[in-house]
């Protein structure tokens, strides 16, 4: 893969956020105007999942996920869990998919769904053949109604863990994972193993999210690259695209809502 030199882009844009008092969010992904958010700590229980439209403001909290739903002798290992955002055509609703790893376990994951329509999680789970590192967070891009994450093959145990990346595939309508053999020209450059994030522009190229708080810009027809950095936003935070609408969560609550909220209730 040839990369070219680094060019800069225009500084980002601050905006208010739901509940940002916690002073930490991070996005989980982008569907169709709206935005899936982390507020808070995701180590930490107190964490606040949302399901925001930044153009209308309004936002729908995620109920916490059931975490007795798994076998007892598995325990969710907090460091190991991956989220993807997306909207099912076929049903017309979105999606929240969260995979959790479990503490000792490295051949397999299980799965969990919710559904913005109903507000809740589905009573069934699922088990997939696939471990995600702890960088692997957000949900990365969607092409061909599937959700695409960076992970590996589960394997019987530590001494196994020398296996090649592949690019973990779900599909959105079907609710099936499998997985896809990484493109050789960003392999063969060690690109994806410094990247934390990735997403996709509109003509076709990859953005990826560099440790080097910089964005590698990639043409997959080309298969040529550059190094992007964009004045306050760090590659290892965010790598979204975004397009607004007006689709709402049906909620009625709005950001600085819940900053009054969370004053009141300091009060008693």
């Known amino acids: 893969m040839n990369l070219s030199t680094s060019e800069e882009c225009e500084k980002g844009t601050e905006i208010r956020y739901p509940y940002e008092f916690a002073c930490h969010v991070d996005i989980f992904g982008s569907s169709y105007g709206l935005l899936c958010i982390l507020v808070g ?6 964490h606040i999942i949302c399901i925001w439209n930044p153009t209308t403001k309004e936002y729908k909290r995620v109920p916490k996920s059931p975490n007795n739903q798994f076998p007892y002798d598995l325990i969710i290992d907090k460091h190991r869990v991956i989220y993807g955002f997306c909207y099912d055509c076929k049903i017309g609703d979105f999606k929240l998919i969260k995979a959790v790893g479990f503490v000792g376990v490295t051949s397999r994951c299980g799965v969990q769904l919710y559904n913005l329509g109903s507000n809740s999680w589905n009573n069934t789970y699922q088990f997939i053949p696939y471990c995600f590192q702890w960088y692997i967070r957000r949900s990365r891009i969607t092409v061909h109604g599937s959700l695409h994450w960076l992970g590996r093959p589960g394997v019987e145990s530590m001494q196994m863990q020398r296996v090649p ?11 099936r994972f499998h997985d896809l053999t990484l493109p050789a020209a960003v392999e063969n450059d ?19 999210a560099n440790y080097d708080h910089s964005f590698i810009l990639y043409n997959p027809r080309s298969d040529r690259a550059k190094k992007v950095t964009i004045p306050g936003i760090y590659g290892s935070c965010v790598a979204e695209s975004y ?26």
């Open 41 to 46: 700590d995701q180590y930490f229980d107190d």
């Open 243 to 268: 397009v607004t609408s007006l689709f709402l969560p049906s909620s009625c609550t709005y950001v600085g809502q819940d900053d009054r909220i969370e004053e009141k209730t300091s009060r008693f």
């Open 165 to 175: 990346d592949v690019i973990v595939s779900f599909g959105i309508c079907e609710e």
């Open 190 to 208: 060690g690109v994806v193993k410094k990247t934390a994030t990735w997403s996709i522009r509109w003509n076709g190229e990859i953005l990826l």
